[in-house]
């Protein structure tokens, strides 16, 4: 059985809200995550569940590798 993949956004755009683009559940839209620091934004990453992460910046390496340990499969 295939999973589908969690999304987490983090970009910020307020037009986002009203789109048809949220409805399927597979992307999440936190654009507080965009300035959040390292902990929120992992934080946020295992609350949803997100698989892949959408953002202006790449995270840090120690970030990345504590996201992939805390997921229950790749990211």
Known sequence: MKTAMK???TVVNTDLARTDFLRSGD???VPE????DEHRLLDALCRHGATALV????????????????????V
């Not at 995550?33 to 959040?36: I, P, S």
């Not at 953002?55 to 790749?74: E, K, M």
């Open 27 to 29: 992307v999440v839209h």
């Open 33 to 36: 995550a965009a300035d959040a």
């Open 7 to 9: 999304t987490l956004l």
């Open 55 to 74: 953002a202006t910046q790449r995270p840090s390496d120690t970030l990345l590798h504590a996201w992939a340990r805390h997921a229950a499969g790749p």
